[in-house]
Every structure is written in structure tokens, then in C-alpha cells.
């Protein structure tokens, strides 16, 4: 079956980085996702890995092995408003396109 | 960027009415758009693909007479919860795929429509 686990909550502070890990286990992988999602709003996208290796964008970077299933997002220079939950997803083409969501690391950010 | 809007944004209904959710992609078409679920502090989960033109696809444990989805054009997919009950009280949220063929790296979220059913 699928199965995406990430740590549920994470604690952080101003200025530092933070890296959040993400372990899946998947078949017909095609993609993995990073979102961020602030309270009660729809999540925003933040980056995309297909391949291995790192992929940095700004502020956020990505990592990601197939090999060993992993993936993480590294946020640098945290800022107060980086307290969100960040949802990792992965993309399976088993017949179709479908992404599916881990349950999310809630990050907060500490003065 | 693109632009994904749901309407209504927030719904508050009756137990055993129904109530019709809209997912529109206002600036690209899309031939598949998704519909989630997500509960309170809770990840988003996957109910059902929505392809244009043809029926939709519905994960497991998703009652697809409960949850009518339509996809009528490209750029519009509707759900439909039917007698709908206070456990079915959620945030919804579609999103969409630019493109035809459902492969785009990116995914865009509508805003989301909180259903509350009392």
C-alpha cells in the first residue's frame, strides 16, 4: 500500500533552519511535493523533486532519494511567518495520476 | 499563476440536504481536477479524481452515491454531498492540473469550502 510518514510537530527559531523529513513508501512514484498550509486555508505549492538530488528555490530547498524512499525541505533564515504545517505528497502513476498527502508537520516558529 | 476558485466558500446546511460544491480553474484548462477532504487538524485527504467527460475514480472506503462528482467542461468539476450528515461537517478542497494530460508538475488548490451540516 502507500504509506508517507512525516514527524507530526516541530519546534523552531527566528533566523535558524529547520529541516523536516519525509519517508515514503509507494509504488509507481512519480513525483514528490512539498506544501505549505497555514490554519484553515488550502495548501500552497512550495516544490517539486522527480529525480534525485537537492533542488533549492530561495529560502526552501528540497531533497529527495528514491532509492531510500526520503525526502526532506530544509527552511533557512526561519521567519515568524513560516509557522504552518507543511505537507509532504507524493505522485504515483498506477494507472492514472494521483497525489497523495502525508498527515503534515506542524512547524512553529519561536522568537 | 493559475487560479483555482470554489464556490461556496463556506455552507451551512440541514441533516438530509444536499449541497453542491464548484471547483472552477478561472485561467487554464484541466481535464483532471481532485477533490480532498480534510478534517481539523488533519491532512488532506484524497476523495476522488475528477476526469472530464468520463465517470469519476474513487479512492477507497469514498461512497461515490453519497459524493456525486461531475466534470462537465474543462475548466469545471462539481461534488455534490447528498443527505448529508454532521459527520460529513469537513473542509473541502479541490485542485487542479494544468494541462490535458494530468501530468504538470504543478497542482493548484482552490481556497477550500468549510461544510458544516447540523
Known amino acids: 500500500g502507500q504509506n508517507i510518514d512525516q514527524p507530526t510537530e516541530m519546534t523552531a527559531t527566528e533566523g535558524a533552519i529547520v529541516q523536516i523529513n519525509c519517508t515514503y513508501q509507494t509504488s509507481g512514484f512519480n513525483g514528490l511535493f512539498w506544501y505549505q498550509q497555514h490554519a484553515g486555508e488550502a495548501p500552497t505549492f512550495l516544490s517539486y523533486n522527480v529525480l534525485d538530488g537537492l533542488e533549492e528555490k530561495g529560502r526552501f530547498s528540497s531533497f529527495l532519494s528514491r532509492s531510500k524512499g526520503y525526502s526532506y525541505l530544509l527552511l533557512k533564515e526561519l521567519q515568524m511567518k513560516d509557522s504552518a504545517s507543511y505537507l509532504c505528497?507524493?505522485?504515483?502513476?498506477?494507472?492514472?495520476?494521483?497525489?497523495?498527502f502525508g498527515a503534515g508537520t506542524r512547524l512553529f516558529v519561536k522568537a | 499563476g493559475a487560479v483555482v476558485s470554489q464556490h461556496p466558500s463556506w455552507v451551512i446546511c440541514k441533516s438530509g440536504t444536499s449541497v453542491k460544491i464548484e471547483c472552477r480553474s478561472l485561467?487554464?484548462?484541466?481535464?483532471?481536477m481532485f477533490w480532498y477532504r480534510q478534517f481539523p487538524k488533519q491532512s488532506l485527504m484524497l476523495m476522488a479524481t475528477s476526469n472530464e467527460g468520463s465517470k469519476a475514480t474513487y479512492e477507497q472506503g469514498v461512497e461515490k452515491d453519497k459524493f456525486l462528482i461531475n466534470h462537465a467542461s474543462l475548466t469545471l468539476s462539481t461534488l455534490t454531498v447528498t443527505s448529508a450528515h454532521p459527520e460529513d461537517s469537513s473542509f473541502y478542497i479541490c485542485s487542479a492540473r494544468p494541462g490535458t494530460s494530468g501530468s504538470g508538475n504543478e497542482q493548484y488548490f482552490g481556497p477550500g469550502t468549510r461544510l458544516t451540516v447540523t
Open positions: 505528497a507524493v505522485r504515483t502513476h498506477t494507472g492514472g495520476f494521483k497525489t497523495i
Open positions: 485561467d487554464f484548462q484541466a481535464t483532471t
